[in-house]
């Protein structure tokens, strides 16, 4: 049985490649064999081979659920919820055109457990776990490596390490860090290097993956970051005391602002995203703001 009756099945797939997600539902209730078609890995690759991949956008909503928008805003629905229970101080990063979920905590008990969602099957699968259960950790991809620097874990104890998540051996290495500063705002990369910003601190530690050293540079200010992105080698974060969006720019070490207008919720510090090289402010309302 084809996937299109009088196609072979290599024309039929080219065909299917070019549908636009937004009509993902809808044809994968044809038959079941369009479904299962969908949902493999076959099916991404051949997209890639056409050119027909499209770059979603994925907000999480009250650390709850992420919906899904394509490239015209329109929604495309919710991700199923990852496994285990409801967690907050997680990390979430695309790896590999994949999302990750990453440690957290639940009633003061922290987690090293790693979930990657995967958007061709529409389905969760388990990675390997972190060494140390964390939360409120700062993390980056470097080069297709996952880095996770310091955080807590249960009782609320500092943790002064880092980890890196290789996704080629599904493994995680334990790695030494500064410990300059307890608590780290953020984390990106730049030029193959991991930059990670401290809270109130106004040094940058940086590590360089190919000697496997670290190195500190004096950014000249003190943060306290609620919410950032990373778009177009430049940092954008909104800190606490501040009601101006800042941007860091690590090749010069020049820090700058842009004014915001206010969040139409009273008390409400918008939340930072990036789509398509443009900076989102999401609202409690989920309003987007480029």
Sequence with gaps: MTLIPGLVDEVAEMCLSRVPRSSFQAISQVCWRWRRYLRSERYVAVRKLTGSLEELMCVIVDDQYL???D?????LGR????????????????LDGRIVFVGGELARAAFADVYEFNPATNRWRKLADMNIPRYCFTYAVVDGLLYVNKGYTSGDDSILNSEVYDPKTNEW??????HSHGFSAFAFS????????????RFIDIYDPKTKTWEK?????????HSYTVVM??????????PEMGVYDPEKNVWS????????????????????????????ECEQRP
């Design 257 to 284: 602002s842009v004014f915001v207008p206010p969040s139409k919720t009273p008390g409400f510090r918008y939340r930072l995203g990036q789509w398509k090289n443009k900076v989102i402010l999401f609202s409690r």
């Design 233 to 242: 080698n430049k940092a954008y974060f909104f800190d606490w005391f501040n």
């Design 79 to 94: 991700i199923p919820p990852a496994p285990g229970p409801s967690k907050g101080g997680y990390g979430l990063v695309v």
């Design 67 to 69: 919906e899904v928008f």
């Design 173 to 178: 290495s334990l790695m030494d860090c500064p």
């Design 71 to 75: 490239g015209s805003g329109n929604n």
């Design 190 to 201: 730049f030029n193959s290097k991991l930059f990670v910003v401290g809270n109130r601190w």
């Design 217 to 225: 540079l004096d950014s000249g200010q003190t943060l306290s970051v």
